[in-house]
């Protein structure tokens, strides 16, 4: 006797009801092997419901397997489809870095003014790309992106930052970070170690094994090549020659020689990760270390911190010998980025909404850096010292004598601030317990203001 | 003597040609370190130029280290700056795979009808997404995805696939190619070796070394695991129990209960591929192997058939002691998939676009795939026989007594048709070197009758 209870306000449909109980039965061992079915007319009067029901029920379990028909008897149940079923525990992960309600202003680096995006302009783009583009690009497509794109990225780096290079040298990524993943897969392929600098951007450390890794003090120049160790096989260095993540020191050209004639010697590769570049207050944009030597530097961006992270778009400009290995750890990690959103970001570059939008946001940036520097000198005088050129949307400022400890960020945050603390980007927490990296892109000045004046409350409180 | 000529119809400003022409000469050692530079209002004079734009690139020289400057004396050459410059490869990658110019009717598999695609609807949600959602969403975010998706997905899942799980369980990936990668980084944590399908999606195989995998040959059900290797540990089966791709086969329940037993008893993963489960021309949507062990099988589908590949937005439903590991290998790869997709790709489902377009394109394909098989009958008679269950956007046809070898393959392209061979998907290519995957769902009627036209002219000279 088959026995089921229907929903008749469910959204499930009867038939899907009928077969996920009867289902249920047979994988429970409550209908056995070769038992027969009640015919479909028998269950459906006994269940008060349309003979068609049962009977597309019945079909359904037949094509699956669950039963095998005899043709003028009827249905039966198959053989060995007893399954016991296994408990199911809750999932328990700890998600609460990106829960963030009780947070009124985040210093979180790395972080562009999101309420600034030019929407009316990007959708203009988007519905462009949508409608005018050939429906042949819609499929897949070349795993270093679309054509177009990097044609017009070729261009745009030689006007910007005096990069030389093909199209076909181009590779578009999702976000620099997935550029940096690629590299760290690359290296793992070659011999010898990778330099990282430190300070770092933990996500970076993260994609390589500790062993696979040299984590290398920057100066005030950044890294020295003088100091890199004499006994160690060097593969590459991953480095942030313009801005330094987090400290914000600039190599400057002498360093940057050192740097391209060390990588010559020593048969290895530069990784030149060129984050904010865009963002320079001071009078002069600092040049590529890339076009230094295009055969040894990999140079790197994205359009997160002048657009948004949330498109997640990036680009890296490979030596020749790098194109094709590459190109075949793209495509065996997500084929190619999502191709709408590449068409989109090559109509706002042609038509110089890109331009645009940086000249807006760096006079902002300007702005609230500026107004975060005041706060921090009026409310800490010369307790403070702010680290890096004039460049980005973060300030490293170090508080002379204070410990950033767990308690003292937590009582921070239940007052609604959110700060990052530099020792958790480093080998060296000891040397940089003070020093904390403040985000700037995405607070109005009054909000920071009412930021520092809360920081201002709980570290007075120490002093 | 600086000698610098100016092009004043570049569209580069005379301030940067002024300093990248001065830069060039150091670099190159034309000017020597200590070097005296001309003064600003005697270079602007000789060059018949403003002082400011001499003054701003002498500025920028400083700025960036090229030169020191002594007050009231001028601008000097920095030490050590000379830096021999490479030759620059020309970058030579074969790109043939995607451009196909020459392709009037293309085969391949895996690709919708991409004219189909519903942009006014799409790009109607895509708007939303962009004006209604909060600032706060297009910074970074969890590297699982968007939560307001995952919760639409997880209700989806449950009323088409009977799949049950909470919204955490679910990981947004970049299609399910980038759910493959993440999986096949999480095997090589794990102690034994992968089994895949034999024939395969040979970007999956790419993914795992070869000394990873087992290739298992499937029978009509799919895998058997009678037929698994006795002696050797497996952490992992990769399988597309409701279609093999690309044979077509459907698993009946009773080859699911073993796997799931077997998976049992050797403590291992499966991880369900379902790939095109939308599209069934049968009576039943067969049901997911999820279902029956939901610790045990990681389910993986993508939007890429349903929608569009290029959208890149696939989807894992994990047990849940994976969900940490590859949540952090989704944020070391790529941080997140981008989110104003996936905001849109939620409300395309909840406004219950998604059901109406897959209920609309499973009558186009399921014509067209009736409209092939019908004219390779017509044309090659009992000469052919379709392989798999009635489902999907592609077919397997395998040709009595002939063999695809390149040079056919290559005529066959000359004519604009192009072909995909099954033995370029399998270990044992001898076994399926009669056999073609037809993919169908990007052809219409039209295209198909002109496509086996051309390929029946080109086999038939063969016989």
Redesign the interface.
């Given at each position: 006797m088959v026995y089921i209870k229907l929903d008749r306000n469910s959204?499930?449909s009867l038939t899907k009801q009928v077969y996920?109980h009867i289902?249920h039965m047979i994988?429970n061992n409550k209908l056995k092997a070769d038992e027969k079915l009640p015919s479909s007319r028998k269950l459906a009067s006994e269940l008060n419901i349309s003979r068609i029901v049962v009977v597309?029920a019945y079909?359904?379990l037949l094509?699956?397997?669950?039963t095998y028909a005899i043709k003028g008897s009827g249905h039966y149940i198959?053989?060995?489809?007893?399954?016991e079923r296994?408990q199911?525990?809750?999932?328990?992960?700890d998600?609460s870095e990106?829960e963030q309600e009780h947070i009124e202003i985040s210093f979180?680096s790395?972080?562009p003014a999101?309420?600034m995006?030019p929407?009316a302009k990007?959708?203009k783009c988007?519905?462009e790309a949508?409608?005018d583009s050939e429906?042949?690009?819609?499929?897949?497509?070349?795993p270093s992106g679309q054509k177009s794109l990097r044609k017009t990225l070729a261009d745009h780096l030689y006007?910007k930052r005096?990069i030389?290079c093909?199209e076909?040298?181009i590779i578009i990524?999702?976000?620099s970070?997935?550029g940096l993943?690629l590299l760290s897969q690359y290296f793992k392929t070659c011999d010898g170690k990778v330099i990282l600098e430190d300070p770092f951007n933990y996500?970076i450390r993260?994609?390589f094994e500790k062993n696979e890794t040299i984590y290398q003090a920057i100066d005030k120049f950044g890294l020295d090549p003088d100091n890199f160790p004499k006994d160690t096989k060097i593969s590459g260095i991953i480095m942030t020659p313009s801005h330094q993540y987090p400290m914000g020191t600039a190599s400057?050209?002498?360093?940057r020689?050192?740097l391209?004639?060390y990588a010559r010697q020593h048969d290895c590769l530069i990784v030149e990760d060129d984050y904010d570049s865009a963002f320079r207050y001071?009078?002069?944009?600092?040049?590529s270390l890339h076009e230094?030597?295009?055969?040894?530097v990999i140079y790197l961006d994205s359009f997160s911190k002048v657009m948004?992270?949330?498109?997640?778009?990036g680009y890296m400009v490979l030596p020749?010998h790098m194109?094709?290995p590459i190109?075949?750890l793209k495509?065996?990690?997500?084929?190619?980025?999502?191709?709408?959103?590449q068409l989109t970001m090559d109509r706002f570059i042609q038509y110089g909404y890109l331009d645009q939008h940086i000249q807006k946001m760096k006079s902002v940036y300007k702005r609230r850096r500026h107004h975060l520097i005041g706060l921090l000198n009026h409310y800490f005088t010369d307790q403070v010292t702010i680290h890096g050129v004039s460049a980005g949307i973060h300030i490293v400022a170090e508080f002379e004598g204070l410990v950033f400890d767990n308690q003292l960020i937590k009582s921070i945050e239940g007052d609604g601030v959110y700060i990052m603390r530099l020792s958790d980007n480093t080998e060296y927490p000891d040397k940089y317990k003070s020093h904390l990296i403040l985000g700037y892109g995405?607070l109005t000045e009054g909000q920071l203001d009412k930021g520092i004046k809360i920081l201002h409350k709980h570290l007075n409180k120490l002093n």
């Open positions: 959204k499930e996920r289902k994988l597309d079909e359904n094509a699956e397997g669950y198959n053989k060995n489809l007893t399954l296994p199911l525990p809750a999932p328990q992960v998600f990106f979180k790395r972080i999101l309420d995006f929407k990007w959708l988007y519905r949508l409608y429906s042949t690009s819609f499929g897949y497509s070349y006007k005096g030389k093909h076909d040298q990524t999702s976000g970070v997935q993943s996500t993260d994609m400057p050209i002498s360093r020689i050192e391209i004639k001071d009078n002069s944009p600092v040049e230094l030597d295009p055969e040894r948004m992270p949330s498109l997640r778009i020749t194109i094709e190109y075949k495509r065996i990690s997500d084929i190619t980025s999502p191709i709408l959103n995405n």
